[in-house]
């Protein structure tokens, strides 16, 4: 009876050192992601942070097969939120390295933080030009800037579109009042008309009838809620109001489109991807993410997923999960392939890859326009 | 001259979804004397009921209207169970009712919230749009200003000629009278609160396919349908109905030459100025 106690004793432990022996060579690498994840375009980011996970996991992992193991907080678009939930991951959960989010004032703060406590961070989605202006050299941004799509898009609305008179209608914030300020500039007396709706406005008859009596023939849109501007769509066609339809570039989407239905087409935009790109790497990554998510992937979903895709492969470059400042050399001083084509980064840790694509909408769907 | 005929076109039919609105918060306002926060919430669920009968059912939309008020009728009829009519006899019910609606409306909210997420959906109503000279207007919105009237008249009727609706007013002017001549004035204020849940539903399903369904526009349109009750004088049906329609229009026509943000100003300027001046509202008696 002794003895055989003895024995399960002996084999239980032996198990146990096995599995710790086990464990200890394939710690996975964590990986701390910040999302808004109760909004549509949280979940969105999240879903594409998820499947570059998953695919770097099934190809076998990295840093010797070690598995990556993302940690995931809801910041809820408010700094204060933010900074709890990156606290959270540095301090409770051990992670080095922070990717996501979408609001900017997040960001900012986030960014913050990491420099305070040698962190990497790698933003996938605000736009504003601060974000990578910190003075901190270990802080990345992979979605485009409003200043570096007005620089491409201005010249193609002048010398492309020729308007002879412009209306611009534009949501009350930041982007939208730039907007406006911006297109000031660009057309001058040629801009007839700049009205702005809240946030929460949702009947746009009495916004289209003023842009309609303007006589302008092209009406630009800026304001990144779809159901604002496929509704404001909707109405344009309602009143018949034929200007030709812009909308910023980066807020074109396809739940957009499908809110506006017919409205929609021929609306044109530009953005930095677009998922019927031709290449390797971004058929595996539409195919992988229409199969496990029933949807096709857009910018966010691309910006979600790249955040963890390019941190991964950078720690597999530099050879560490932990060196932050190896990590953040290895982006910096590399090209990364990733589904929208090349991705590089400038000294400001700000990414760029290549021109913005033009788009149209076209039969119901957003396709790239022929140049 | 072309422009200003289409605002006031405009502002009708946006103005006809506020007095919708604002007639329910007046009618349990005017019977009750409690402030129903859960209004916005059963316009709300009236347009998810919409939604859900055309992507879930594939019904055609006439049927949605029914629907959404036997929908939410009966999910008012649990409200006022459990949320008003046990808590309103308390010393302070009123007060303690404005607290229970309220966590209602946040139940609701995040009931829907949870239940479809945060995507706004569209409803098909009836398409296209004819023109009367210089003025467009959609099949959808004169439908909305035509049922929207005969619902009006049907609610009048209905108070001044039926045995409810004097019911429902001798309970206005004194509960405890009402109660003394035989009046069952708790069965009496269900029927209301669930009469209130049901115009509210309809205007959410007529609404829902001009300003889309999303969970928040619920919370979006109660507060302008709470200036108007300020505005008509709370517990006013006329002053809801004229003042909403006023307001749609003068919101229309301020938007000729002002920007969103004054216009908005100008309008909750009007609501503090009349709470000084006539606090009864434009149509309400001085008590």
Redesign the interface.
Known sequence: MKQASAMRFLASAAIAIGLAGHAFAQAPVKIGVLMPSKSLVGKQGLQGAQLAAELINADGGILGGRKIELVSYDTNFQPTEGVAAAQRLLNQDGVKVITGEISSTVALAVAQLAKASGALFVAAVPKHPDVTKGGYDRVFRLNSTTAMDGSEFDGFLKNDIKPTKVAVLAENSDFGRLTIANMKQLFGAQLVAAETYEMNQSDFNTLVTKAKGSGADLVCLAGSNMEQYGNILRVQEELKFAARRCLMPGILNSRGVQIAGKAAEGAFSADIYVPTIQNAQNQRFVAAYTAKFKETPEKIELLGFESVWITAQAMQKAGTSEDTVKIAQAIRGNVWNTPRGEVRFDKDGQASSGPLIRLVVKDGKIVPMAR | M??LA??IV??L??GM?YALVALGLTLIFGILHVINFAHGEFFMLGGFVAVLAAKWLGLPYLFSLPLAVAVVGAAAWGVDRIAVRSLVQRRDGLSDVLLSTYAFSLLLYHGTLGIW????A?VEGFEG?F?LGPV?L?NQRLFILAFGAALIAGLQVMLTRTRFGRQMRAMAQSRFAAQVVGIDVAGIGTRAYVLAAAVAALAGAMLAP???F?P??GS?TVIKAFVVVVLGGMGSVAGAVVCGIGLGVL??LM??YL???IA?AVIYSLLIAMLLVRPQGLFGKAA
């Open positions: 072309d422009m289409q605002q405009n502002g039919s946006a979804a997420g945060p995507a706004p569209r749009s023109d467009t959609t001009v300003i889309l999303s928040l526009m979006n919101e229309a938007s000729l920007s969103e943000g908005s």
